[in-house]
């Protein structure tokens, strides 16, 4: 048996709604890979480097992809459980068991849809999830924040004013139509074929997010990832910093103050 099969351990893992392998070799000393599914496509991988033994993990190269996020997606951004939420939740019960002295955990949020496993063809989930549900899926499932805290501040004021009423009505339905179509040739043959019904939608919507979430619906998942690729990436960045450095803390914390006798 070589080294490297020395270092592979292999895990079925059950969750409250799933079960799942998940494979984990030690590269080196406080590394670690991780990944669930096939080996050729897993629907979710990343690093485990344990920059501080005693406090920290950073995740880095964490990528959701089809199989993992597309359940997510078509079935709603916020619903009690999904996949991908409870196949990160058994990556952090990992690290949380083997090192339990790490409070909290960093990653670089580098997750995508891609359209029929093309990379180049992705949908960036991150300023996706920004654009229509004002914050980013680890915002939402884990309460994850930007450090310093005077740069999440910042980054949330903008948010929140790109997500605006006031912000909404005073950017007229062609700019949108003109971001499709510099940057994205399927979507705008998509938007041309029903000019009308889309510009009445656009105006009948309160905010960019209402309007982007009703036009989401309106778009086949498997051709979602085609349709918002660039133009919305480009619109969400002329509003927003995107930051990509994120941490969470691990729950619950718990300290013992008094041993059961």
């Known amino acids: ?33 991780f990944s669930v599914g096939d080996d050729k496509m897993p629907s979710l991988e990343g690093v485990i480097r344990l920059e501080d033994k005693y406090n920290r993990v950073r995740l880095t190269e964490i990528r959701a992809l089809q199989l993992c996020s597309e359940e997510d997606i078509n079935q709603g951004y916020l619903n009690a459980h999904t996949f991908g939420k409870e196949v990160l939740d058994a990556v952090v019960f990992l690290i949380h068991s083997q090192f339990p002295s790490v409070k909290t955990i960093e990653l670089t949020d580098r997750t995508y849809l891609p359209y029929k496993s093309d990379t180049y063809n992705s949908l960036d989930l991150l300023t996706y999830s920004i654009a229509l549900y004002k914050k980013t899926w680890y915002e939402e499932r884990l309460g994850a924040y930007i450090l310093p805290k005077e740069k999440h501040e910042e980054y949330r004021q903008q948010v929140e004013e790109y997500a605006s009423k006031d912000t909404k009505d005073k950017l007229p339905f062609f700019h949108i139509y003109h971001e499709i179509q510099m940057n994205n040739v399927f979507a705008r043959d998509i938007i041309w074929t029903n000019m009308e019904m889309y510009e009445k939608m656009y105006e009948e919507s309160d905010t960019l997010p209402e309007f982007f979430q009703k036009l989401s619906k309106l778009i086949k998942l498997k051709e979602r990832c085609l349709f918002f690729k660039g133009w919305l990436d480009s619109l969400v960045n002329s509003k927003v910093d995107v930051i990509r450095e994120w941490h969470f803390d691990i729950y619950p914390k718990v300290k013992i103050i008094k041993d059961i006798k």
């Open 1 to 33: 048996m070589s080294s490297q099969e020395d270092n592979t351990k292999y895990l079925q893992v059950q969750t409250p709604h799933y079960k799942f392998e998940m494979k984990i070799t030690k590269k080196e000393e406080l590394y670690y890979y």
